[in-house]
């Protein structure tokens, strides 16, 4: 006799609801130096995220965007320094953040149950070349 209960095991997809409706999973990274264009990978799929710009240089103003093309280019928002985003309800993989002088960055976000790689598309990770994105 079959297995029926093999049949109907599936992984958690970018729309299953239940994963949102939850508290997210704790995520911070603190200290981060975003002079250069530095890349933060989630290892699950954020159901919300809180950027705060502690740089201590006069006017540094961090940009953030969803892909590298996105902070390179001009698809990004920007957080002042001694300013934080408040809660974004977001569902990425991966945020960019780029600003010279930005060399205080702290990232908090509540994660989902739903593996980074869901996230990806013919065009890359994190919605990467979609409109705009970059």
């Known amino acids: 006799m079959a297995n029926w209960n093999s049949s109907w095991q599936m992984n958690v997809g970018i729309n299953h609801t239940p994963a949102y409706q939850v508290s997210g999973r704790p995520f911070a990274s603190g200290g981060i130096d975003a002079q250069n ?26 940009k953030v965007g969803y892909s590298e093309s996105g902070v390179s280019g001009s698809n990004y928002f920007t957080v002042p320094s001694g300013s934080s985003t408040g809660r974004l309800e977001v569902k990425v993989s991966e945020l960019w953040l780029y600003g010279d002088g930005c060399n205080g960055v702290d990232i908090a976000a509540g994660l989902t149950s739903i593996d980074n790689y869901r996230t990806s598309g013919s065009l890359g990770p994190s919605w990467s070349g979609s409109t705009g994105v970059g």
């Open 37 to 62: 264009a530095e890349k933060v990978i989630f290892p699950y799929v954020t159901r919300w995220v809180v950027i705060n710009n502690h740089s201590t240089t006069g006017g540094a103003t961090l």
